[in-house]
């Protein structure tokens, strides 16, 4: 009987591991091949991605681009490096900066961005993120007024960090500002590194009252993730748990023999 209770134990200890392992490679496979990281050195994306943070971003055709988009892209005449910006207008929107209450509009719908850094704002007159006042910031791109007619077949982009980011505003002399939708390497779903900021990047409704290309939906990252961390956990647990009851086994008395 004891035997058949260790085979019994033995059983499922290996298909814990099994599933584990299944889990954790399968997990990590799919990582590995949709998913490219990309270092992000600057703030000009805060809070939504932090200075020396790494992002996970997976390959997008430019027609799946939508508003709302966090992506990364290069193009040659903003620098040799890969940058992360938000999309805020595709081709044949008018972007305009700024309403009233310092909102940036498209094609004429002011944008209740909850994204933004709290401490910026699109233009020089301002609330912010929760905040009712008006904000003078003085030179620099957070204080440029600007009216953008985004061509076909490219991007308007901007930083969440508006007093810092140097984005399309900074480059409006070139073609409007707009990079080509082409020049985008991946749209943006989660940070890998540090493993404390560790986690997925939620999609953004802002744009959703505009018609048009909205923010894609995200792929299988998160649950990529969790099959990847939670099938190691489960081999772990499995063999740990295989091991402590081998050594209580071991441990327990045998029973004396019986007399002739």
Not at 75 to 98: E, H, Q, S
Not at 209 to 232: C, E, F, I, K
Request: charged letters at 15%.
């Amino acid at each position: 009987m004891a035997g058949r209770k260790r085979s019994a134990g033995g059983v499922l200890q290996a298909l814990g591991i099994g599933i584990g392992l299944l889990a954790m490679v399968g997990g990590f496979v799919l990582l590995a091949v949709q998913y490219r990281p990309y270092a992000v050195p600057t703030g000009s994306m805060e809070p939504t991605i932090k200075a020396g943070e790494t992002v996970l971003a997976t390959h997008t055709s430019a027609s799946a681009i939508g508003r709302g988009d966090v992506v990364v892209f290069k193009d040659p005449d903003w620098g040799n490096t890969a940058m992360v910006k938000r999309v805020i207008g595709v081709g044949g929107d008018t972007v305009v900066c700024c309403d009233p209450q310092g909102r940036v509009t498209v094609n004429g719908v002011p944008l209740g961005e909850s994204y933004l850094e709290p401490a910026s704002t699109a233009g020089t007159a301002g609330t912010g993120a929760g905040g009712s006042g008006r904000t003078q910031l003085g030179a620099g791109p957070a204080s440029q007024q600007f009216t953008a007619k985004v061509p076909a077949g490219r991007l308007w982009l901007m930083g969440d960090n508006r007093a810092i980011s140097e984005d399309s505003r900074v480059h409006i002399d070139q073609l409007g500002g707009s990079v080509p939708a082409s020049a985008v390497l991946g749209r943006v779903e989660g940070v890998a590194w540090p493993l404390g900021a560790m986690g997925t990047i939620d999609r953004t409704s802002v744009f959703d009252a505009l018609p048009g290309a909205r923010a894609s939906d995200h792929g299988p990252l998160g649950q990529a993730a969790l099959a990847t961390v939670g099938g190691a956990a489960l081999v772990l647990i499995t063999a740990a748990a295989g091991t402590v009851a081998g050594m209580a086994g071991r441990r327990r008395p045998r029973p004396a023999p019986a007399n002739a």
